[in-house]
């Protein structure tokens, strides 16, 4: 009798990969089941914590901003922050600004926190800037790597900004996960530091909501990060003088103020023809500081000094620059403001030019 034939053994199922997702497969073993229960908990409890009565504002959050170790802190903007203007201005600011210091190096930064956590934007950043070369790897994949190469050039940076009084408000940790709040504190920094040719929005702040765990329940506070403040307070200038008085607390004043100074500038450039009505466009470019100066100093200055007809913002900058040598030249005081707050339109650091002038060569006829 001959025997049946062996069969195979019918095939197993796929095995079922591991989901990805926060919740988990809800089906599958009851020790999956259970995970799943106690991870679906977690994030019913973080939300819970973020919409509690405390909490001025109800927040997204995100399922790995609260599975958290016990004592551990997250960290996030509040959703309305981000859709402020005046944040919305300020990151765009400043990814313009380092696309353009950065543009030789063909670098395109998209998101702040995502471009810049790893170190190798900040190390090409900081060595355009600084004009200096570091001591890091060029590429690196691993974590530890990424950690090293942060911890160095964020110790570069600490050398340059700590002598000059900065508030250190980020650390290798935070700037490596992604916090966008550190990443714009950092580069509020360099660009003051290094006097960026931007306009930052004055008075940014944002809402930040805190996440910790104690005991195992979340707990959450919101706090304020001011971003930040007036240019000349980032620039370290906290002395005050007569226009900041008029700026806020007599405006009503400012137009005879504007009045006096455009009588004053007119009776010289009249002598060429030229007329001037509104002080902080006209003077913008810088063309006509220069031409002011020859005049009061009664000198021709040569046209190959400046550009007459400026048709880019480092041509402008350049005139006004030209202009505060002159100055300096006749005698005058360094200018408080800077060229690129006279060619970005900033009347309060357009009218403390001209009125150093103006006290200087008042009578002269």
Request: glycine letters at 4%; charged letters at 30%.
């Amino acid at each position: 009798m001959s025997s049946a034939p062996l069969r195979s053994p019918p095939p197993r199922p796929p095995r079922m990969k591991k989901d990805e997702s926060f919740l988990g497969k809800l089906g599958g073993t009851l020790a999956r089941k259970k995970k799943a229960r106690e991870v679906s908990d977690l994030q019913e409890e973080g939300r819970h914590a973020i919409d509690s009565p405390m909490s001025p504002a109800s927040v997204d959050v995100h399922p790995e901003d609260t599975v958290l170790e016990e004592n551990e802190e997250r960290t996030m903007i509040d959703p309305t922050s981000k859709d402020d203007p005046k944040f919305k201005e300020l990151v765009k600011v400043l990814i313009d600004w380092v696309n353009d210091v950065l543009v030789e190096e063909r670098i395109i930064v998209k998101q702040l926190e995502e471009d810049l956590y790893d170190g190798q934007v900040l190390q090409k950043l900081l060595e355009k800037l600084a004009g200096c070369k570091l001591n890091v790897a060029e590429v690196t994949q691993s974590e530890v790597g990424q950690r090293q190469k942060l911890q160095t050039v964020l110790e570069a940076v600490h050398g340059l900004l700590r002598p000059h009084g900065w508030v250190l408000q980020w650390t290798v940790d935070s700037i490596h996960g992604k916090n966008l709040v550190a990443t714009l504190h950092l580069l509020v920094a360099l660009a003051m530091h290094f006097r960026a040719p931007i306009r930052l929005p004055e008075h940014v702040s944002v809402q930040v909501v805190v996440v910790r765990k104690r005991e195992g329940m979340l707990h959450s506070s919101h706090i304020t990060e001011e971003l930040t403040t007036t240019t000349e307070m980032m620039m370290g200038r906290f002395e005050r003088d007569a226009f900041d008085t008029l700026f806020d607390h007599a405006p009503d004043k400012l137009s005879v103020v504007k009045k006096s100074l455009i009588t004053f500038v007119n009776k010289h450039l009249n002598k060429l023809n030229l007329e001037v009505t509104e002080l902080e466009t006209q003077f913008a470019d810088g063309v006509y500081l220069v031409l002011l100066m020859g005049l009061l100093e009664d000198y021709f200055v040569p046209l190959y000094n400046f550009h007459l007809t400026p048709d880019s913002f480092d041509q402008k900058v350049h005139n006004v620059a030209f202009a505060f040598e002159l100055m300096l030249d006749g005698g005058l005081k360094t200018p408080k403001a800077r060229p690129e707050d006279v060619v970005n339109l900033d009347l309060k650091s357009t009218l403390r030019v001209l009125y150093n002038l103006f006290t200087k060569y008042k009578n002269l006829e």
